[in-house]
């Protein structure tokens, strides 16, 4: 006669919480619940840690390329020579005569001094049109390239309306080089001499500059 070695409550007592499929569901659903919201949890500290460290990363070079806005103001001479057999302005377009859309091309010099043999302190390079018909007035774009001091190598670029005829014009900058990089300001423009045969002229610059 065959003996049943197993105890008599495993097949006898048959509640759910100790069937086999429910053990095995309660092992392999816990855990990887579980699991899952480790891996929710790490993934969003992970998350934040990036965009924390992009922020540190952005405010660490804008902290390191951060300068301070400073204020020059310049004052020099600036000799426009038509005539003579070097000048330093030339018309390259429009009416033989000059007047309404005559085009200038200009290497002028720019000095210390009003007198033309005063210390050379940069020149003024591009071009000016008359683009005035009821008043003269003239287009200006050029450069206003600095090579004394400090700012040897730096300009300035003058951009506008320039109308000769007024005492004093304002002629805004609209950037810059070198020092004077990002430039923003306004130059004032004082005719002290001028050649009604020839031309030529001789204007003073007042200009105050913001760069960094």
Do not use: C
């Amino acid at each position: 006669m065959r003996t049943n070695l197993s105890p008599p409550f495993i097949n006898s007592y048959k509640s759910p919480f100790f069937s086999p499929p429910f053990l095995q569901h309660i092992f392999t659903i816990f855990p990887r619940k579980t699991m899952a919201s480790f891996l929710t949890y790490t993934s969003t500290l992970f998350t934040l840690f990036s965009a924390l460290s992009i922020i540190i990363s952005a405010f660490s070079d804008e902290l390191a390329t951060m300068r301070i806005e400073k204020v020059s103001h310049l004052h020099f001479y600036f000799h426009d020579i038509i005539s003579g057999k070097t000048p330093t302005a030339v018309q390259i377009a429009g009416p033989t005569k000059g007047g309404f859309g005559a085009m200038i091309v200009a290497d002028d010099p720019l000095t210390e001094g009003r007198e033309i043999g005063s210390k050379l302190v940069g020149r003024a390079q591009g071009l000016y049109s008359v683009a005035g018909q009821e008043e003269p007035a003239l287009m200006m774009v050029m450069n206003f390239a600095f090579m004394e001091g400090k700012y040897n190598g730096s300009s300035i670029s003058v951009v506008g309306r320039n109308p000769v005829m007024h005492a004093v014009r304002e002629i805004p900058i609209l950037g810059g080089s070198g020092l004077f990089r990002y430039a923003r300001g306004y130059a004032l423009a004082h005719t002290v001499w001028f050649d009604a045969k020839t031309g030529d002229a001789i204007v003073e610059y007042n200009v105050t500059v913001l760069h960094y």
